[in-house]
């Protein structure tokens, strides 16, 4: 047989891509959930650790059923801090819309 001919029903000009598996330690996936749960989202901790946010979701499913307790909610500084980013957010929105109207009337 010469290269590039069929063999059955396979063509040798086929070439097969692995998936690499990546797999977390049980250290890793508390530490992923507890910032999920910092965070108070799953995409922001999956975003920020570069997995799939399912795969957090999961994790939080498990530790629910093995009997770990999430925990209780946001501590009085992380509240303020949430806080403060949100006005921080919505300062730099009104900057921002203020700069493109200012610009738009000195261009005409």
């Keep these: 047989m010469t290269g590039g001919e069929k063999i059955g029903r396979f063509d040798e ?8 598996r990546r797999v977390f330690d049980s250290s890793f996936k508390r530490m ?3 910032l999920s749960y910092a965070r ?3 995409k922001e901790a999956a975003t920020e650790l570069g997995i799939d946010p ?3 979701s999961k ?3 498990q530790q629910q059923g093995s009997g770990e307790k999430p925990p209780v909610g946001l501590s009085e ?4 801090i949430r ?3 949100r006005e921080l957010k919505e300062a ?3 900057r921002d819309i203020l700069k493109s109207v200012y610009s738009a009337s000195t261009v005409e």
């Design 13 to 20: 000009s086929i070439k097969f891509d692995y998936m690499i």
């Design 32 to 34: 992923a959930v507890e």
């Design 40 to 42: 108070g989202s799953v």
């Design 54 to 56: 399912g795969r957090i």
């Design 59 to 61: 994790w939080r499913q």
């Design 77 to 80: 500084e992380q509240k303020e």
């Design 83 to 85: 806080r403060l980013q």
């Design 92 to 94: 730099q929105l009104e």
